[in-house]
């Protein structure tokens, strides 16, 4: 775990410059190299994000802020391979988080629901373990509970993706090297059904166990392992997180979560892989909320820009940005322009809105409630349509939608036209956009096991598989 001072400071001082803006410098020095081996890799995963969510956030980005988003400026600049993915599980079209990962985790096809266990019981070598036989180090940073079914698909093996408790317990037998994000219940105590305190046993371990992002501070020179955990379940959506001044005390973003991260990953010698999963994009999109899944988006991509800038004039590293699936295919239809720039005046996401409200509450608390949340006056015949949604009352023509929040996220889009095809995964070919060495086997169509493949070879640790 050696590094020269000068390169610490060189990565860290890029990774701090860009983190306010997420934006990587306007011309960039690395080229794609067309072979050789990777010795980092870093694999960002937006987690359900169809391919509506990509543009709109560079669409918000460009009408808000004048800037292109890093994803979008990656292929504007024609600097990386593209792809398109197929993501099918073992049994489904459709696949879920946890088989998806699974299939780049460990080169097989799985049920949903499982974690690099196959339809058998076969157990596969995660592709984490891989790389820690080949001596790398190893790191999962996440938005979501930080067992969650993507972080878990690179690290874990176990019958189903809701044993929690397990997979932390499994990340320090394998000792992943660096973990944030939440899931505070799946380690503490007072919470785990065997009582067991597993932040002591990390602790015990070596690690540096953190709750706060002071604390995440305190520790950031240290050359030990580092467990970060913010929250008791996921980590807040971005937008409420930028809007309410404490959770900012206690939760980082995924941006900074990402530098440090990779500040702490660099100082091994041998390399390294990470995770950087934007977790709650899907749970937006599943709950049809326009202003949580594009700023979620945002600050994914944010972390993207910390991942270029680490990248910088190196030619060492394979980055690899997708995502586990499309889901609820969000679109801006047409309609006049501002309906779009309605959702950059907002302050809360729907599920701050819900969480304000119950079967009992009046129409005009539901509608005091969005307008403070988004600055809409929605009609009273729409809050009667939430409140009947609220009460379990309210039926859509497509079954899918009838759910309140389906009902507030077609409230909403006859002021936004940001609409939805239904509340759940897709079976959409998904992006994929990678550069560095063994991206150039990353373009044309992909089926989701070839990822796992690529990434050992281009590492040169096939003999681990
Ligand atoms: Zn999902």
């Known amino acids: 775990m050696k590094q020269t001072r000068r390169e610490f400071l060189k990565t860290g001082a890029l990774s701090t410059l860009f983190l306010g803006t997420g934006l990587v410098p306007a011309t960039r020095t690395t080229k794609v190299r067309e072979q050789g081996e990777a010795k980092n890799v870093i ?37 990386v391979s593209r792809g398109l993915m197929d993501m099918a599980s073992a049994n489904r079209i459709v696949t879920d988080s946890s088989a998806a990962s699974s299939s780049w985790g460990c080169g097989h096809r799985v049920n949903n629901g499982s974690v690099n266990i196959g339809p058998n019981g076969e157990i596969y070598k995660p592709v984490f373990s891989v790389f820690r036989e080949g001596g790398k180090a190893t790191g999962l940073v996440t938005t979501t509970e930080i067992t969650h079914a993507t972080p878990a698909g690179f690290a874990a093996n176990v019958e189903s993706r809701s044993m929690g408790e397990e997979i932390a317990r499994q990340y320090l037998d394998r000792r992943v090297d660096v973990l944030m994000g939440g899931g505070n219940r799946h380690f503490d105590s007072e919470h785990r059904s065997d009582g067991t305190d597993l932040y002591e046993e990390y602790r015990n371990h070596g690690y540096d166990v953190v709750k706060t992002t002071s604390e995440l501070q305190e520790i950031a020179g240290t050359d030990n392992r580092l467990l970060g955990v913010f929250t008791d379940g996921h980590l807040p959506y971005s937008l409420d997180h930028e809007h309410i001044a404490e959770l900012q005390k206690t939760v980082p973003s995924l941006a900074a979560m990402t530098d440090l ?6 100082h091994y010698d041998n390399g390294f892989i990470l995770q950087v999963e934007g977790g709650r994009v899907d749970h937006a999109a599943h709950g049809n909320d326009a202003g949580g899944l594009i700023f979620d988006q945002i600050a994914f991509d944010k972390a993207v820009g910390v991942a270029l800038a680490y990248t910088e004039g190196r030619d060492d590293t394979l980055v690899i940005l997708t995502t586990d699936h499309g889901n609820a295919n969000p679109a801006f239809n047409s309609a006049p322009d501002e309906h779009f720039d309605r959702i950059a005046e907002f302050t809360h996401t729907n599920s701050w809105i819900r969480r304000g409200l119950d079967a009992e509450s009046s129409l005009s608390q539901i509608r005091e409630r969005v307008e403070a949340a988004t600055h809409i006056g929605i009609s ?13 009352n309210y039926s859509s023509v497509y079954h899918q939608m009838s759910s309140h929040s389906a009902a507030l996220g077609q409230i909403i889009a006859n002021h936004t036209d940001v609409g939805w095809t239904g509340n759940s995964h897709t079976a959409d070919y998904i992006e994929l956009a990678s550069f560095g060495p063994g991206s150039e086997a990353l373009n044309g169509f992909i089926r989701n096991t070839d990822l796992f493949t690529i990434m050992v070879e281009a590492a040169g640790l096939k003999q681990y598989v």
């Open 380 to 392: 009273e015949t729409d809050a009667g349509i939430y409140q009947k949604a609220l009460k379990g």
């Open 261 to 266: 991260a990779l500040r702490k990953l660099s």
């Open 43 to 79: 694999v960002l995963v937006s987690d359900g994000m169809s391919s509506g969510t990509l543009a709109m956030a560079d669409l918000m980005l460009r009408r808000r802020d004048g800037n292109r988003s890093n994803w979008i400026r990656l292929y504007e600049e024609g600097i």
